[in-house]
C-alpha cells in the first residue's frame, strides 16, 4: 500500500508532459518498429565495425611483442657490419635472421620460387614457431635443423610439397643446395611483421643460407631482433641506439611491429563506420516517418488537448519524452547487436583470423555508436514534433498535420544534431579531410535523390494523362501528396548508390586482375640472371619458348640505388615532397644505351647512341611531380657505393603493369661504365610455356629466380574477392536500411490505401486493377531509386578506379542491371503485399471508420 502511494504521489508531481507520455505509452511500441529498426541497424552497424577494429588493434597490442619477434627489430639490404652487430648486441639479447629469395627444385623436376629464410639458434625471443613432423606432432627447431645424412634440415610450407609433390624426408634443392624437408612450416610469431612473400617459405639455419651462396651478389637482406633488459622503454633504447646506426637501416620498435596492418583495419573502420552512417542518413527517413505517421494516428489527442488550452510546448515534450525514451531503446538495441557481432565474428572464423584479436566489450565504440544514434534520431524526430506544435486545433480537427514549420526551436534542434553528426564523423576519422568529401557527398547524394524523386512525382502527374485504367491511377497516386517517391526514393536510392559504388569499383578491379593484367602484364620476371651471361641465357629462354620479340622479351640490368638530393637539396627521411613520390628509400634503377620497346616519353629526349657525356637520367612521371622536376634538374643517386649526380633528360609515362621497363630511373650507360650490373628479364607466355622454362633453367641456371605473375594476381584475386565480400555485406546494410524506410512509408499509408481501395471496389473495379496501380505506384519509385543510385555510384566509383587505383574504367552492366532490376522489383513488390493488405479488408468498417 505504501509502495502505490509513493508511486501515485510520484506521478502526480511529476510534470505534466511526463504524465502524459507515460499515459501515452501503455499502449506499447506498436507503430514504432520501423522507427525502432532503422535506428537499431545504423547504430548496430556503427558499432560492429567500431568494436571489430578494436578488438584487432588490442590484439595486435597485446601480440606486438611476439610480432615483432622482440623489442627492437633492424632491417638492411646486406650484412650487419661487425661494430652494427656490438651495437646490437650490447642493447640487448640479439638473434639474426637473413632472408631472399630463391628457386626450390624437387627431385621430380619441378621449380618454384621460395621466401628463404635462415635463423641462428636463439631464434625465436618471443613467441614459437609452428613445425610439425610426418605424423603431424610437433617438433623442436634444433631437431628440424639437425637435418639427416649430412644434408642441412628444413621446414618448408605445406603449399610447397603441394606444388612440388614433396613429402616430409624427402630431400630437395634451393638454388644449387641441397636440403631436405624435416618438418611442415606451419606458423612463426614474427610472419604478420615481415609482410607479403611472393612464395611459399622454406626456413633453415642461416649458415645453410650462407653456404648455399645466397649472401654473395644476390638480393638479401638481413635482420636483427633485440629482446632488452626489463626496465628498458623500447622508445628510449631506440633512441640510444639510431645514432649508431646509418639512415639507410630501418629500425621499428614493437609499438611498430605491424604499421600497415593498423592502417588497413583504420582504413577498413573508416569505410565499414561511414557506411553505418549512411545507414543511419538513409534511416532517418524511416524515423521520421514512423514519427509523422504515429502523431497522424494521434491527432484528436493532439486536438483535444489544444482545443482545452494545451500550450505547443506541452504537445511537444509530450511526445518528445516518449520519442526519447523508444530512441534509447532502439539505440540500445543497435548497440548490443554491435557488441555482439566480434564475438559472432570470432565464433564463425575461429582461429582463421589473419590478425589476432581480443574480442571483449569495448565502451569506447559503443558509446561512439551510440552517440551517432542520438544524433540521428533528433535530427530527423524534431520537424515532426514542431510540425505538431504549430498547427492549430481548427486544422487537427480537419485532420491536417501538414502544416509549415517556422526557424524555430525544433528546427534548431535538428540543424544542431545533424551538424553534430557530421563533426563527430570527421572528428573520429582516421583522415578528416576525407571524412569531410565523403560526408558532403553523402549530403548531396541525398539531396539529389530527394529532388529526384520530387521530379518524379511531378513527371507522373503529367504522364498520367497519356496513361489508361490502372496504370493512370498507378501514376495519380505516384504523384499525390503522399507518393513514396517523396519519402522512399531517397533512401532506396541512398542505399543502391553505396552497393552501385561497390559493385563497379571491384568489378573494375577484378577486370584489371583477371582480363587486362594478364593481357598487357609479363607472364615471368627473371631475376638475379648473371651479368656476364645475357645472351646465353636469351638462348635458353628462347630454347624453352621460341623465338623472343620485343613484344614477348625485354632483358634490361638492375641495381639498386636511393635518390639522396634533388636539385642539389638533400632528401629528408621519411618526408614527401610535394605530396607525391618519397625518394628515402632503396628502389630499382637500370640503364639503357637504345630505348628500350615500350618506352612512353612525355617529355624531353632520349640520348642518342653511344653517348659519353655526364651522367643523364630518365625518370617517371610520378616521381617528376613528387619531386617537382623538370627537364635539366639534377638528381643524386647513390649505388654501388658512389654518388652520382644526373640531369635529368627525358620524363616518361610508367605502366608498374604494364609489358615494359618499368624502372623509375633509367641512367645512360656511360653513367655505369664498367660496372658488372646483374640483369632482370621479363616475358610473355602461356602456363605450358611457363612450365618449360622452369624446367629448362633448372640445369642451366639453377639460380635465378623465376616470378609467376599469374600466380601472383590469381592470389591477388582470391584476396580482393573475400575483402570485397565483406565490403558488399557491409554497403548491403545501408540497402536494408532504404528497404525498411520503404516499408515505413507503405506503413505510413496504410490506413489511407485502405480506405483508397475500399472505394474503388465500391466503384466497381477488379480485384486486378487495385493491385496493378498499386504495383505501377511503387514499381516506378524502385525504378527512380534505382537508376539515380546506380548514377550517383558511377559518380563515386569512377575517381575511386581511375585516379586512386589508376585502372581502366569497366562496368558491370549485368550487375547495374540486377541492382536497378532488384529495386524495382522489391519496391513493386512490397506495393503488391499493401494492395493485398488493403484488398483484404471488408469496404463498409473501413469507409465507417471515418
Not at 207 to 223: I, Q, R
Not at 348 to 366: E, H, R, S, T
Not at 547 to 568: D, H, N
Request: proline share 6%; hydrophobic share 50%.
Amino acid at each position: 500500500m505504501g509502495f502505490r502511494a509513493l508511486s501515485a504521489g510520484a506521478y502526480l508531481s511529476a510534470p505534466l508532459s511526463l504524465r502524459f507520455a507515460a499515459r501515452e505509452m501503455r499502449a506499447g511500441v506498436r507503430g514504432f518498429r520501423i522507427f525502432l529498426a532503422c535506428l537499431a541497424l545504423g547504430v548496430a552497424a556503427i558499432a560492429a565495425a567500431s568494436s571489430t577494429a578494436e578488438a584487432f588493434r588490442r590484439g595486435l597490442s597485446e601480440e606486438a611483442r611476439t610480432i615483432l619477434g622482440g623489442d627492437l627489430a633492424v632491417s638492411a639490404d646486406r650484412s650487419f657490419t661487425p661494430a652494427e652487430r656490438a651495437a646490437f648486441e650490447g642493447a640487448g639479447r640479439a638473434t639474426y635472421a637473413v632472408a631472399t629469395r630463391a628457386m626450390a627444385e624437387a627431385p621430380s623436376g619441378a621449380r618454384r620460387l621460395v621466401e628463404l629464410r635462415g635463423v641462428d639458434g636463439l631464434y625465436p625471443l618471443a613467441g614459437t614457431v609452428d613445425v610439425r613432423g610426418a605424423d603431424g606432432r610437433p617438433m623442436t627447431l634444433p631437431l628440424v635443423f639437425a637435418g639427416r645424412d649430412g644434408l642441412p634440415g628444413a621446414a618448408v610450407e605445406q603449399a610447397l610439397l603441394d606444388r612440388l609433390g614433396l613429402k616430409v624426408g624427402q630431400g630437395f634443392k634451393v638454388g644449387n643446395e641441397p636440403m631436405v624437408v624435416m618438418a611442415v612450416l606451419a606458423g612463426e610469431p614474427d610472419r604478420m611483421s615481415r609482410g607479403f612473400a611472393l612464395g611459399p617459405r622454406v626456413l633453415t639455419t642461416a649458415g645453410a643460407v650462407a653456404k648455399g651462396g645466397f649472401l654473395t651478389g644476390s638480393l638479401f637482406g638481413e635482420t636483427v631482433r633485440i629482446a632488452l633488459p626489463d626496465g628498458v622503454e623500447p622508445r628510449v633504447a631506440e633512441r640510444a641506439l639510431r645514432p649508431a646506426l646509418p639512415p639507410a637501416l630501418r629500425l621499428r620498435d614493437r609499438y611498430d611491429a605491424t604499421p600497415g596492418i593498423r592502417r588497413l583495419i583504420d582504413r577498413l573502420e573508416y569505410f565499414l563506420g561511414f557506411i553505418g552512417l549512411a545507414s543511419l542518413v538513409a534511416g532517418g527517413l524511416g524515423v521520421s516517418q514512423a514519427v509523422g505517421a504515429y502523431l497522424e494516428g494521434k491527432k484528436p489527442s493532439i486536438a483535444a488537448l489544444k482545443a482545452l488550452g494545451a500550450d505547443g510546448p506541452l504537445i511537444r515534450n509530450t511526445y518528445l519524452v516518449q520519442i526519447a525514451i523508444l530512441a534509447a531503446l532502439g539505440i540500445a538495441i543497435g548497440v548490443a547487436i554491435g557488441a555482439a557481432c566480434p564475438f559472432l565474428l570470432a565464433f564463425i572464423a575461429g582461429n582463421k583470423l589473419p590478425v589476432p584479436a581480443l574480442f571483449a566489450v569495448y565502451p569506447g565504440p559503443l558509446a561512439r555508436a551510440a552517440l551517432f544514434g542520438a544524433l540521428s534520431a533528433g535530427a530527423f524526430c524534431l520537424l515532426p514534433l514542431g510540425r505538431a506544435r504549430l498547427t492549430p486545433p481548427a486544422a487537427l480537427f480537419r485532420h491536417d498535420l501538414s502544416g509549415r514549420i517556422g526557424f524555430g526551436v525544433e528546427m534548431i534542434g535538428a540543424l544542431a544534431c545533424a551538424a553534430g553528426l557530421a563533426a563527430v564523423a570527421i572528428l573520429t576519422a582516421p583522415s578528416k579531410p576525407m571524412a569531410a568529401i565523403m560526408i558532403g557527398g553523402v549530403a548531396v547524394a541525398f539531396a539529389i535523390l530527394w529532388g529526384l524523386g520530387r521530379l518524379g512525382a511531378w513527371l507522373a502527374g503529367k504522364g498520367r494523362r497519356l496513361a489508361r485504367g490502372a496504370a493512370r491511377l498507378g501514376l495519380a497516386n505516384l504523384a499525390g501528396p503522399g507518393s513514396a517517391a517523396r519519402t522512399a526514393s531517397p533512401a532506396v536510392g541512398l542505399g543502391v548508390a553505396l552497393l552501385a559504388a561497390v559493385v563497379l569499383i571491384q568489378s573494375s578491379l577484378l577486370a584489371e586482375v583477371r582480363e587486362v593484367a594478364p593481357k598487357t602484364a609479363p607472364s615471368l620476371v627473371f631475376t638475379e640472371v648473371p651479368a656476364d651471361a645475357g645472351a646465353r641465357f636469351d638462348a635458353e629462354v628462347a630454347a624453352a619458348l621460341g623465338p623472343l620479340t620485343p613484344e614477348t622479351y625485354l632483358r634490361m640490368p638492375m641495381f639498386s640505388g636511393r635518390i639522396v638530393a634533388v636539385k642539389g637539396q638533400p632528401v629528408d627521411r621519411g618526408r614527401r615532397r610535394g605530396g607525391g613520390e618519397r625518394f628515402d628509400f632503396d628502389m630499382q634503377m637500370s640503364v639503357a644505351g637504345a630505348p628500350p620497346k615500350g618506352l612512353a616519353i612525355k617529355s624531353g629526349a632520349w640520348w642518342p647512341d653511344g653517348y659519353a657525356g655526364p651522367p643523364l637520367a630518365s625518370i617517371g612521371e610520378g616521381m617528376a611531380q613528387g619531386g617537382r622536376l623538370k627537364i635539366g634538374d639534377s638528381i643524386t643517386i647513390n649505388a654501388l657505393g658512389t654518388d652520382i649526380e644526373a640531369k635529368v633528360a627525358s620524363i616518361r609515362a610508367v605502366d608498374v603493369g604494364g609489358f615494359g621497363p618499368s624502372f623509375q630511373v633509367i641512367l645512360d650507360p656511360h653513367a655505369l661504365q664498367g660496372a658488372a650490373l646483374r640483369l632482370v628479364a621479363i616475358a610473355k607466355t602461356d602456363k605450358a610455356g611457363e612450365e618449360r622454362v622452369l624446367r629448362r633453367l633448372g640445369q642451366s641456371f639453377p639460380t635465378v629466380d623465376v616470378i609467376s605473375v599469374r600466380e601472383q594476381l590469381e592470389a591477388a584475386t582470391d584476396l580482393f574477392d573475400r575483402l570485397a565480400l565483406a565490403v558488399r555485406g557491409a554497403a548491403a546494410v545501408a540497402a536494408l536500411a532504404g528497404v525498411l524506410v520503404l516499408a515505413g512509408a507503405i506503413a505510413a499509408g496504410a490506413r489511407a490505401r485502405a480506405r483508397e481501395a475500399a472505394l474503388l471496389k465500391v466503384l466497381g473495379a477488379a480485384r486486378g486493377q487495385v493491385l496493378t496501380a498499386y504495383a505501377v505506384e511503387y514499381g516506378a519509385v524502385g525504378l527512380i531509386a534505382g537508376a539515380a543510385g546506380v548514377a550517383l555510384g558511377v559518380l563515386a566509383a569512377w575517381p575511386v578506379v581511375v585516379v586512386v587505383f589508376e585502372a581502366r574504367w569497366t562496368v558491370d552492366w549485368a550487375g547495374v542491371a540486377a541492382l536497378v532490376g532488384g529495386a524495382m522489383l522489391m519496391a513493386g513488390l512490397g506495393g503488391t503485399l499493401a494492395a493485398l493488405h488493403a484488398l483484404a479488408k471488408r469496404p463498409a468498417p473501413v469507409l465507417r471508420a471515418e
